[in-house]
T-cell receptor, first 112, second 113 residues
Framework: DADVTQTPRNRITKTGKRIMLECSQT?????MYWYRQDPGLGLRLIYY???????NKGEISDGYSVSRQAQAKFSLSLESAIPNQTALYFC???????????FGPGTRLTVL | SQQGEEDPQALSIQEGENATMNCSYK?????LQWYRQNSGRGLVHLIL?????REKHSGRLRVTLDTSKKSSSLLITASRAADTASYFC?????????????FGKGTLLTVNP
C-alpha cells in the first residue's frame, strides 16, 4: 500500500462549488504539506502543518483552507472553486528526523 | 516566488549519454534536494546535498553544490529511456521551525532509445 494517499485522484467541478481534497499517510510523519503544480511553474506551497495544532500559510494560500484532523490526515478545501484553481495538487509528508519529503500521487482538479 | 531555477528547461539525449541539469538559487540554504517526476505523478526524492558538502553520489547520480555561486548540478550517467522524466531542484531554507522546501520549475529530460 502507498504511504501517502490522496483522494480523489481526478475531479471535475464547476465554478463556485466547494471542493475538499484529502490526504492520508501511514508514514507516521508529523509534517504535512499541500502544493499545487501548474505547467511550467513547478510546485508552489499552499499550506503546511508541523503538527495537529500548527497550520501555516504558504506562498499561495488565498482561496484555500486546510484542516489537520489527525496526525495522519490533512485536507485541503476550496470554498468556492474558480477556473484558475485548475491544477495538479500534491500532498507531501516529512518526518522530524528527515529532510526528505514524500509525495502522494496527486489530484488532478479541473474547475469549469 | 521560485527559489531554484533549473537549466535547461528541456533536454533531449540518446540512451547511454550523460545528462546534466543545473539549478541556481538566490538565498542561503540549509540543503538542496533533487526530485524526479514521471508524467503526471508524484515527485520522488533522488538525492540531498547539505550546504557544507560539495559533491555527492548515488548510483548513476552525481550532485555538486557551489554555495559561492549559489548553484547545483545533477549529472545522470549512462542514461536510460526509463530516466525520461522531469527533474526538480528544491532548496531548504536555513532551518528552524519554519523549515520548508522551495521548488524550481524543473527540467524535462527525454532519453531516446
Amino acid at each position: 500500500d502507498a504511504d501517502v494517499t490522496q483522494t480523489p485522484r481526478n475531479r471535475i467541478t464547476k465554478t463556485g462549488k466547494r471542493i475538499m481534497l484529502e490526504c492520508s499517510q501511514t508514514k507516521g510523519h508529523d509534517r504535512m504539506y499541500w502544493y499545487r503544480q501548474d505547467p511550467g511553474l513547478g510546485l508552489r506551497l499552499i499550506y503546511y502543518s508541523f503538527d495537529v495544532k500548527d497550520i501555516n500559510k504558504g506562498e499561495i494560500s488565498d482561496g484555500y483552507s486546510v484542516s489537520r484532523q489527525a496526525q495522519a490526515k490533512f485536507s485541503l478545501s476550496l470554498e468556492s472553486a474558480i477556473p484558475n484553481q485548475t491544477a495538479l495538487y500534491f500532498c507531501a509528508t516529512r518526518g522530524q528526523l528527515t529532510d526528505t519529503q514524500y509525495f502522494g500521487p496527486g489530484t488532478r482538479l479541473t474547475v469549469l | 516566488s521560485q527559489q531554484g531555477e533549473e537549466d535547461p528547461q528541456a533536454l533531449s539525449i540518446q540512451e547511454g549519454e550523460n545528462a546534466t541539469m543545473n539549478c541556481s538559487y538566490k538565498t542561503s540554504i540549509n540543503n538542496l534536494q533533487w526530485y524526479r517526476q514521471n508524467s503526471g505523478r508524484g515527485l520522488v526524492h533522488l538525492i540531498l546535498i547539505r550546504s557544507n558538502e560539495r559533491e555527492k553520489h548515488s548510483g548513476r547520480l552525481r550532485v555538486t553544490l557551489d554555495t559561492s555561486k549559489k548553484s547545483s548540478s545533477l549529472l545522470i550517467t549512462a542514461s536510460r529511456a526509463a530516466d525520461t522524466a522531469s527533474y526538480f531542484c528544491a532548496t531548504a531554507n536555513s532551518g528552524g521551525s519554519n523549515y520548508k522546501l522551495t521548488f524550481g520549475k524543473g527540467t524535462l529530460l527525454t532519453v531516446n532509445p
